[in-house]
């Protein structure tokens, strides 16, 4: 045995033997993707308008209180849509001022004059983007802790899309959709707000302090009184837009018990909120305070003296609803509210099915494809045999490598492959019959028939290579699963056909002199 | 063993009937397409499929009956169809999407088959598995698949032209959007759902197809190096017969795995194996007869250039064909 064969073997032996390393036992080594595994799919698409609509009514109430306090008085300031605010009625003679004290504001927004001294407020360009993008990747994360709070077992959330709004969220082993859908989508938003008025059993009613005019600084919120012991009812409150502390400001949640008994959740705060709340508490000593979740007043207790740290949520909810509402609260507010653009379920028997089948179909073919390769090809099927069985290995275990997930477009790509390993070893073995044929020696005849046929392979495997690619670069989850795998078998069966099959021939052949070749 | 001893059939003498051939059945395909609709599967169209397992299966008909019931103008468009073996018990019911993209709406045409299920005191019965695609997905699917499958054939085009020429090129792509519809029209006939594993089965095709069709021009490029006396037809002629073998064997094998894929699968790999055994007999075909009749037509008779340094690796030359030939090579061949 030549020291180049040595080596050839050695390297061989040395890649199939770190590949089956990494792929066994493949029970817990090959990860299964959802179709196979069963499981919750989701996509979901961010609405990253809400975050800019949020940006630019804090900016408005900014500007309008800057504007009370500096004694500019204008006609209105209101917003005009997600991204635009306008102040009307600015007097001539207070222009000057007006422009110095909303100068704050055209850091973010862009000012426009109007008719009328009325100006218009857009947002800048650059920082709508960045705001979009903001709110989609604080959306990724806080769906992360929610699920990861959940306990399921490697989720997947990612961004997807060509719109970069979309988030991908898998749960394998998850079956009930509308528990794991609740707790993601819900926005779970808190804010604590000061009341003004209310609660009222009708709109009409509450403001009627008010000549039926909601003050600019406020805000009617709909709210359900749930006293123990009485039917719930539906009522509003007059409240003040600004909140007092918001979920940014919590440190805690968890599930507990109110004064009742009733279930609730109770939280604590971190530092600035508790400086806020400390303040605004005791200053309105007496007064009430709206606990307000996702824009529905929950309970509105009366502030009976100046709280720093600590809160409750209370307002008739069920024990589930308060441990997944303190969940919820724990891993954070969502920027903006979610829509769902796709769901898949795939109970653990179906997928349990497409396994069997999947597998038993794979070995029917297999087996099929080794019959003939025997009989035809006879001694040299035993290599072609060997050379597939290590290309799908090196296959799986480089998979492995790269923590990619077989799927069942996954397994089709692996047929594939079996395909493309066995016709590669056909070329080759047909190339060499030919040269036998010529009546060339059997040594020489293998040489060529590789040498040859190695173009030809290249410019196969280039040309699949160059779909694969593509796929990959377009397609979406499962076609994904489906190029990986291709292009791990097309580099595998280009080493296992030409590198392995050669090797091994030459290893036969350098232990005697053969004068016919068996295939 | 040796399937065929030196064959030499008269491929390109057939090349008027084979485009005949294909363009019958391509024309059906369009037809039927015309007539019945494309049958999109719910990963296109959008809507919602349910698979429930009953402990005793129940006539479709209730099913479909009580599922009507609660979708307005039901009946036409929604499919209720018994799901792999019966042994397991299962039924398909689909739906098409209601309603808008809104918070958790999406998924309420799923819940409301759920409950006429229920409703309808049809049994106990378990949901397996639902799939649920709003209008959007479809339309992002539809678009990057488009994308992804025009961008590869002109990829593979460029790549042939480099290593081949561009007429070479031309035919191994008309020869692969050629199974394309031909397995399209065979989907559409069967009453097969485009889903995206029939997708990844076409995209699997065209591989195996431009694969195919690479083998035989490999061939041809080498054989216009031996044979400059012979014209392209007879060339690409003698290259189809030289790789006839290896053809066979390939297709063979291929239909060997799929058609066990179609036999022992499963239901979610039947669609998907059915359009695999139509490609590869559609894609062998296309490459014997349409990708070659493509070059002769286009460079008939014509002397073709051959790009240099692109030929096989040994200059020595031996196989029956070649080597008959062998005298009247130049010593240094010269494109000409």
């Known amino acids: 045995m030549g020291k180049d064969l040595r080596w050839r073997a050695l390297l061989v032996v040395g890649i199939v033997g770190a590949c089956l390393w990494a792929i066994i036992p493949p029970e817990k080594k090959v990860r299964l993707g959802l179709d196979l595994k069963g499981g919750v799919h989701l996509v979901l698409r961010v609405q990253t308008d809400d975050a800019l609509k949020l940006e630019t009514i804090a900016t408005t109430e900014r500007v309008r209180e800057e504007l009370e306090k500096a004694g500019v008085t204008v006609g209105g300031v209101r917003d005009l849509n997600p991204t635009q605010f306008q102040v009307t009625g600015v007097p001539p003679a207070q222009d000057a001022l007006f422009r110095q004290t909303a100068a704050e504001a055209q850091a973010n927004f862009n000012r426009e004059s109007g008719v009328g001294g009325s100006y218009t407020f857009t947002m800048k360009p650059n920082l709508v983007v960045q705001l979009r993008q903001d709110a989609v990747t604080q959306a990724r994360q806080t769906i992360e802790r929610r699920v990861n709070e959940l306990g399921v077992a490697e989720p997947i959330v990612a961004e997807q899309g060509t719109a970069g709004d979309q988030l991908l969220v898998q749960l394998p082993g998850v079956t009930d959709v509308r528990h794991a859908k609740n707790i993601i989508h819900s926005t779970a938003f808190l804010e604590l707000k000061l009341v003004e008025q209310g609660p009222m059993p009708t709109r009409e009613a509450l403001l009627q302090a008010t000549q039926g005019q909601v003050p600019a600084n406020m805000e009617v919120v709909p709210g359900v009184d749930t006293r123990a012991g009485e039917r719930p009812e539906a009522v509003y409150l007059l409240v003040r837009k600004a909140p007092v502390v918001t979920g940014r400001d919590l440190r805690n949640a968890r599930p507990s018990l109110d004064q ?79 829509t769902y653009l796709e769901e898949r379920t795939i109970g653990p028997t179906l997928g349990a099915d497409s396994i069997r089948s999947g597998i038993m179909a794979s070995l ?63 070329l080759i073995f047909e190339r060499i019959k030919e040269e036998l044929a010529a009546q060339r020696g059997v040594r020489a005849s293998i040489q060529a028939g590789f040498s040859r046929v190695f173009l030809t392979l290249l410019d196969t495997h280039s040309t699949a290579l160059i779909s694969a690619a593509f796929l990959f670069q377009f397609g979406t989850g499962p076609i994904r699963g489906f190029a990986t795998t291709l292009t791990f078998g097309l580099i595998a069966n280009l080493f296992t056909s030409t590198f392995v099959s050669r090797t091994l021939f030459e290893l036969v052949l350098s232990r005697r002199q053969a004068k016919t070749l068996s295939i | 063993m040796q399937i065929f001893k030196s064959p030499n059939y008269n491929f390109v003498g057939y090349r008027w009937h084979a485009l005949t051939l294909s363009s019958l059945v391509i024309l059906a395909g369009l037809v039927a397409v015309w007539v019945k609709g494309l049958p999109l599967g719910v990963e296109f169209s959008g809507g919602s499929i349910v698979i429930v397992q009953f402990d005793q299966v129940p006539a479709i008909d209730r099913v479909r009956s009580a599922v009507g019931r609660v979708f307005p103008g039901g009946g036409q468009n929604i499919v209720v169809q018994s799901y792999g073996s019966p042994e397991l018990r299962q039924i398909m019911i689909r739906v098409p999407q209601v309603g808008v993209e809104s918070g958790t709406g999406l998924s309420d045409a799923a819940d409301a088959v759920e409950k006429s299920l229920a409703d309808a005191a049809l049994g106990r019965f378990t949901v397996e598995g639902r799939e649920i695609v709003g209008p959007v997905v479809g339309q992002d699917l539809t678009k990057k698949g488009i994308w992804a499958t025009a961008l590869s054939l002109t990829g593979i085009l460029i790549y042939i ?176």
């Open chain 1, 260 to 338: 009742n008994n009733q279930p609730a959740v109770s939280f604590t705060l971190n530092n600035e909120g508790a400086r806020k709340f400390s303040k605004a508490t005791a200053e309105n000593v007496n007064r009430y305070l709206a606990i307000i979740l996702d824009g529905q007043a929950r309970s509105w207790p009366r502030i009976e003296s100046r709280i720093s740290d600590e809160g409750q949520i209370t307002g008739g909810f069920t024990q589930q609803e308060v441990q997944d509402l303190s969940l919820v609260l724990k891993s954070g507010a969502l920027p903006a509210s979610l």
């Open chain 1, 364 to 426: 029917v073919g297999l087996a099929l494809i080794v019959s003939f390769m025997l009989l035809y090809y006879r001694l040299s099927g035993v290599n072609a045999i060997v050379a597939l069985a290590f290309n799908l290995i090196i296959l799986l275990g480089a998979m492995s490598y790269v923590g990619a997930t077989m799927t069942l477009p996954g397994i089709a790509g692996f047929i594939l492959t079996i395909g493309i390993g066995v016709d590669s070893n056909v």
């Open chain 2, 161 to 336: 032209t480099a290593r081949f020429q561009f007429s070479f090129a031309v035919g191994a792509i008309v020869a692969t959007i050629h199974d394309l519809l031909v397995m399209m029209t065979f989907l559409v006939l069967f009453r097969y759902d485009l889903s995206l594993n029939v997708i990844a089965a076409l995209l699997t095709i065209t591989g195996y197809s431009v694969n195919d069709t690479v083998v035989i021009f490999d061939r041809v490029r080498e054989n216009l190096r031996g044979m400059r006396k012979d014209d392209l037809s007879t060339i690409v002629n003698v290259a189809v017969n030289q790789t006839l073998g290896r053809t066979v064997i390939t297709a063979g094998t291929a239909l060997l795995s799929v058609v066990a894929l179609f036999l022992f699968g499963g239901e979610v790999l039947r669609a998907f194996s059915f359009t695999m055994i139509v490609g590869i007999v559609s894609g062998t075909y296309s490459t014997v007869f349409i990708a070659a009749a493509i070059v002769t037509f286009w460079r008939r008779r014509k002397p073709v250039r051959v790009p240099l340094g692109t030929g096989p690796v040994t200059q020595a030359t031996r196989s029956p064909q070649t080597a008959r030939t062998k005298a009247k090579t130049p010593r240094s061949p010269r494109a000409v």
